[in-house]
């Protein structure tokens, strides 16, 4: 079974922009999380979805925003990007809530120039 | 605060000898813990988990309650263990639901 994919794998922006990135959870994964990992801050959780609904937020401005789909497919989305956004983003899909049992995509590398 | 701490960034052994990599956690609460790995070029992936009380790649982690640790344990490491690895507690508050990493080891196992 197709793991967690996430495209695209790499994206480099312009300061000011936006930036849309995509993760498909496991067949029959229900709950998506998003998280951000960078040499400083390490991995950071930026949010989780479950049945369409943000269920939970980490400590992000608010340039930074997500939805789910109706078949449980997650986008992400940061505006007005920062030089300090650039990062590895990494997806990862659980069938239930309540588990911290976790399937990470490869990640999507973004560098804001 | 709620807070994981690893307080090695590195850790570096030689093949076969024992291994321990040290998670100290700081949450109210019983949280759930766990163990990722993340080998070269490949995904983040779960290790193990204290609920399940397994080994795994011969690997173990004990809960300590007292001490709020949940450190990581090889008897006898091998290269293949060479790897950043990450403690992360999983905690249910007021409905919200987080897995929070801490800054991660990276563990060398020297020949």
């Known amino acids: 079974k197709a793991g967690v994919t996430q495209t695209p794998r790499y994206l480099i922006k312009t300061r000011g922009q936006q930036v849309t990135l995509s993760c498909s959870p496991i067949?029959?994964?229900?709950?998506v999380s998003w998280y951000q990992q960078t040499p400083g801050q390490g991995l950071q959780f930026l949010f989780e979805y479950f049945s369409e609904t943000q269920r939970n937020k980490g400590n992000f401005p608010g340039r930074f925003s997500g939805r789910q789909f109706s078949n449980s497919r997650s986008e992400m989305n940061v505006s007005t990007l920062e030089l300090g956004d650039s990062a590895l983003y990494l997806c990862?899909?659980?069938?239930?809530?309540?588990?911290?049992?976790?399937?990470f995509g490869s990640g999507t590398r973004l560098t804001v120039v | 605060a709620q807070r994981v701490t690893q307080p090695e960034k590195l850790l570096s052994v030689f093949k076969g000898a024992p291994v321990e990599l040290k998670c100290n956690y700081s949450y109210s609460g019983s949280p759930e813990l766990f163990w990722y790995v993340q080998y070269s070029r490949q995904r983040l992936q779960l290790l193990l988990r204290h609920i399940s009380r397994e080994s795994i790649k011969g690997f173990t982690a004990d809960l300590n309650k007292g001490e709020t640790s949940f450190h990581l344990k090889k008897p006898f490491a091998q290269e293949e263990d060479s790897a950043m690895y990450y403690c992360?507690?999983?905690?249910?508050?007021?409905?919200?639901?987080?897995?929070?990493f801490g800054q991660g080891t990276r563990l060398t196992i020297n020949p």
């Open positions: 067949s029959g994964h229900r709950s």
């Open positions: 990862a899909s659980s069938f239930f809530r309540g588990q911290g049992f976790l399937t």
């Open positions: 992360a507690p999983y905690r249910r508050f007021q409905g919200a639901q987080k897995l929070v």
